[in-house]
């Protein structure tokens, strides 16, 4: 069976990977000229790196873990120390450790917290961990019915401290979901926690070895080309044109640079691009189905990732660090914690600025003095004084549709991948799957669609392609 799967970020591509393995012939279009989707990387004049998004692996993503495996590319990560690191900004040029120790799931995690002494009182941390366990105890089911509330709302129901939001939860949503705890679905937040407490190693961290398109995106693609799968770039995605019963008949591809429109016919059709785009592209007639109708309720995150480079060290803790600022997210030293991007003399920050409403439209020099402002708070001892670190360039990377936004009440609103047109699915971390808006979710939903496509038995085969 010949498949065309529109977008080449996570979604597409696993679902491509996945439907070569079953046999069938994907055929995968993207509309740049680069891999990746949300994880997309570019190289400067210098040849540095620059991302999408400061992307980390966690020990509980299963289907991630698992696809690199089959692709032989599991040495691509490097797994850092277990722990999650949290700037101290009242103690500036300090860090607040949660080691979590090498013992069996959920007491690991639990000691990491009762081990703590920095961030929270005794009365707190044992509220801290009491609050945890109805999302251990009670399941996926329990964690599925708190969308609902906002995260927030759900930490004050569970008699959770205010502070333990603002030192512990901010920095975590932010990182999760690139938007604050009053804002984010309790769903959310508590699906990860609980992976967290039932998996040893599931908040263990990893980054790649390099770039994602090459070091992951790239393997993908040289696995299905290799079982006769087709990939074509800067080929976007301009019309999905219905039979007269609703089904699909056939894609029509934008021709850039000069090139016709084309059009794509198979036996089974895909859309593993952002929801936002895909609602723009939907047929008319598709939309008046409750199905599709839903989906108008998702909308993508803004997200804005930035690269800075200075002239000297700034830090050599090889790992993710949680700012706990008001502006920047997570952060990460990449000349330190990326072997590719590996410096011994000079720093290579990347971080992530959540929320970024506020930000999104504001020019790339407005954001890096924000964000030179937050740092000199976390690093005073390099960025002050009579003899300040040097920025030495910088990078500003916006994405105005991101992941979708993990408000309360949107888990009703997620599609599956099957969708009530017989050849039409759906692939991307905003459908429904058991993980969030994340890389895990977008390689699990990927698998997923091709899944449903390997059930699914077409009418009559058909040619692939034409030109308009």
């Known amino acids: 069976?010949?498949?065309?799967?529109?977008?080449?970020?996570?979604?597409?591509?696993?679902?491509?990977?996945?439907?070569?393995?079953?046999?069938?012939?994907?055929?995968?279009?993207?509309?740049?000229?680069?891999?990746?989707?949300?994880?997309?990387?570019?190289?400067?004049?210098?040849?540095?790196?620059?991302?999408?998004?400061?992307?980390?692996?966690?020990?509980?993503?299963?289907?991630?873990?698992?696809?690199?495996?089959?692709?032989?590319?599991?040495?691509?990560?490097?797994?850092?120390?277990?722990?999650?690191?949290?700037?101290?900004?009242?103690?500036?040029?300090?860090?607040?450790?949660?080691?979590?120790?090498?013992?069996?799931?959920?007491?690991?995690?639990?000691?990491?917290?009762?081990?703590?002494?920095?961030?929270?009182?005794?009365?707190?941390?044992?509220?801290?961990?009491?609050?945890?366990?109805?999302?251990?105890?009670?399941?996926?089911?329990?964690?599925?019915?708190?969308?609902?509330?906002?995260?927030?709302?759900?930490?004050?129901?569970?008699?959770?401290?205010?502070?333990?939001?603002?030192?512990?939860?901010?920095?975590?949503?932010?990182?999760?979901?690139?938007?604050?705890?009053?804002?984010?679905?309790?769903?959310?937040?508590?699906?990860?926690?609980?992976?967290?407490?039932?998996?040893?190693?599931?908040?263990?961290i990893a980054f790649l070895d390099g770039s994602p398109t090459e070091r992951l995106c790239q393997p993908i693609v040289e696995h299905f080309q290799a079982r006769g799968g087709e990939i074509r770039m800067e080929r976007p995605l301009k019309q999905i044109v219905l039979d007269d019963d609703g089904t699909v008949k056939h894609f029509v591809m934008r021709g850039l640079n000069g090139q016709p429109d084309e059009i794509v016919v198979a036996d089974a059709y895909v859309s593993a691009m952002p929801v936002d785009v895909i609602k723009t592209l939907m047929p008319a007639p598709w939309r008046e189905i409750e199905f599709f109708e839903k989906m108008q309720e998702l909308e993508g995150v803004p997200v804005i990732n930035l690269h800075l480079w200075f002239d000297r060290k700034l830090t050599d803790i090889d790992h993710l660090l949680f700012s706990r600022s008001d502006i920047l997210s997570v952060y990460a030293d990449m000349s330190v914690a990326c072997k590719e991007y590996e410096d011994p003399d000079k720093s290579m920050l990347e971080l992530i600025i959540a929320p970024a409403k506020d930000w999104i439209e504001r020019s790339d020099r407005e954001i890096v003095a924000a964000t030179m402002t937050e740092l000199e708070r976390l690093f005073p001892q390099h960025l002050t004084g009579d003899n300040p670190a040097k920025l030495r360039k910088s990078k500003v990377v916006k994405t105005p549709r991101s992941v979708y936004t993990a408000s309360p009440g949107r888990q009703d609103c997620r599609p599956s991948q099957s969708t009530p047109i017989a050849n039409f699915f759906l692939a991307g971390s905003y459908t429904m799957q058991e993980y969030l808006g994340s890389m895990e979710g977008a390689v699990l939903s990927g698998k997923l669609a091709a899944q449903e496509i390997a059930n699914y038995q077409p009418v009559v085969a058909k040619p692939l392609a034409t030109a308009m």
Request: net charge negative.
């Open 1 to 204: 069976m010949r498949v065309a799967i529109a977008g080449a970020g996570l979604a597409g591509l696993a679902c491509a990977k996945y439907l070569s393995d079953a046999g069938h012939t994907p055929i995968l279009f993207e509309s740049r000229d680069v891999l990746g989707g949300l994880v997309a990387a570019w190289q400067d004049e210098d040849g540095d790196w620059y991302e999408t998004g400061l992307h980390a692996f966690f020990g509980a993503y299963p289907n991630m873990l698992q696809l690199m495996n089959e692709l032989g590319i599991e040495d691509h990560l490097q797994w850092k120390e277990h722990a999650l690191i949290f700037n101290q900004p009242e103690k500036p040029g300090k860090y607040s450790y949660f080691s979590v120790p090498d013992i069996p799931a959920p007491f690991n995690v639990i000691v990491s917290i009762l081990r703590n002494n920095d961030m929270l009182t005794w009365e707190q941390k044992i509220k801290f961990a009491l609050g945890l366990w109805p999302a251990v105890l009670r399941g996926q089911k329990y964690v599925e019915d708190m969308d609902k509330y906002s995260l927030l709302e759900w930490l004050r129901r569970q008699g959770i401290d205010d502070r333990v939001n603002s030192d512990i939860f901010v920095a975590a949503s932010k990182a999760l979901t690139f938007i604050n705890p009053d804002d984010v679905s309790a769903t959310i937040p508590l699906t990860a926690i609980n992976k967290f407490l039932k998996e040893r190693y599931g908040s263990k």
